[in-house]
């Protein structure tokens, strides 16, 4: 092997993509077909069965909005974190993570209030194909937001042990990026089709 085809040689690249990229791009797709399933049945039995349940009455556009607005706001904010480790800033990195998990935090709390408040008024995992559509579809998505802001924290703390390595770190902290946006792309997504679509 010439020495300019060693020097463009990266163990940690097939097919001039890093390895740990290719792998979450896979995984995402494969999230995306899970949530596609998800979203399809609660739509398909929303359709079959339009009496089961009148969520305008449960739904809080209001609040939606406000959770929507402020999962798009981290997203923002993660990009900035991504650039931040790419020019090797980390001091700006540590601060939009800390943005992303303090939007995320109150996204979950907002969550939270709402599943609270949509039992409290009857609407169970149990009470028809709507609820049981409904929190299975929302909660997934919920779980993958405490996911990410759980791999942020841990991001977070691991970029103060001083063992952050330029490249390996800002390929990382991409992958995470990839995961955010693509948290935030779903719940767009369910805040359309499932949330608006009651009130067209």
């Known amino acids: 092997m010439s020495d300019t085809a060693t020097a463009h040689h990266d163990d940690h690249a097939s097919l001039n993509i890093d390895n740990k ?3 979450m791009w896979l995984f995402l797709g ?3 077909m899970f949530f596609g399933t998800l979203i399809s049945t609660h739509l398909i039995y929303r359709k079959i069965y339009p009496e089961s349940f009148d969520p305008t009455s449960l739904f809080s556009l209001e609040l939606t909005s406000f959770s929507t607005f402020i999962l798009l706001m981290s997203s923002f904010l993660m990009a900035l974190a991504v650039s931040a480790m790419h020019k090797g800033e980390l001091k700006s990195f540590r601060r939009n993570v800390l943005g ?9 709390g907002c969550q939270v209030y709402e599943f609270a408040h949509f ?4 609407l169970t995992l149990s009470t028809n194909t709507f609820g049981s559509t409904f929190y299975m579809m929302t909660g997934t998505h919920g779980v993958h937001v405490a996911i990410g802001v759980f791999w942020l924290i841990c991001m977070y703390f691991y970029s103060h042990t001083g063992k952050m390595d330029a490249h390996e770190s800002a390929v990382d902290v ?11 792309i779903v719940w767009i997504v369910i805040f ?5 679509i009651e009130f067209i």
């Open 21 to 23: 990229k290719l792998l």
């Open 30 to 32: 494969s999230d995306c």
């Open 100 to 108: 992303v998990i303090f939007f995320g935090l109150i996204f979950l």
């Open 119 to 122: 039992v409290h008024e009857g």
């Open 174 to 184: 991409e992958i995470a990026g990839l995961y955010w946006h693509f948290v935030d």
């Open 192 to 196: 359309t089709a499932v949330y608006l």
